[in-house]
């Protein structure tokens, strides 16, 4: 989704986050503009919050029904999942299990340093790692 405004009219909550990714859910919604209304929430979303906010992220991603949510503060990389109507830490994505959290640091520091190479790096350890076909 990129970043995008997730709007619940029905819960008088919208948000941004920086992504929004379908990953199950991708073939429910592929063919249409999403409407959260009738579609479920984003599989994942990511946020890096640098600068401090009064909107409690957690809580509003919870009341949406978004089932993973990353956040990164500039510092500490928290890996969130939704269990039942609130967010529990994780040490690796039950999206991505194959890749640990301390592997995700690796991988942001040198994407600071060259987003592209990063990327290019990240695919090739996913697959010397994975059955992963990208």
Request: charged fraction near 30%.
């Amino acid at each position: 989704m990129g970043s995008t405004t997730l709007d619940r009219e029905d819960l008088l909550k919208s948000a941004e986050p920086d992504n929004g990714y379908y990953i199950q859910n991708y073939a429910r919604v592929a063919d249409h503009t999403i409407d959260l209304n009738i579609d479920p929430a984003p599989d994942l979303v990511v946020e890096v919050d640098i600068t401090h906010t009064d909107i409690n992220k957690t809580v509003l991603y919870a009341s949406m029904g978004v089932p993973e949510f990353w956040r990164f503060n500039g510092r500490d990389w928290k890996i969130l999942c939704l269990v039942e109507d609130a967010y529990v830490e994780r040490d690796r994505s039950p999206t991505f299990p194959l890749v640990e959290k301390t592997t995700l640091y690796e991988f942001l520091e040198a994407a600071l340093l060259d987003e592209v190479t990063a990327e290019i790096n990240f695919r090739q350890w996913l697959r010397q790692h994975g059955d992963i076909k990208l």
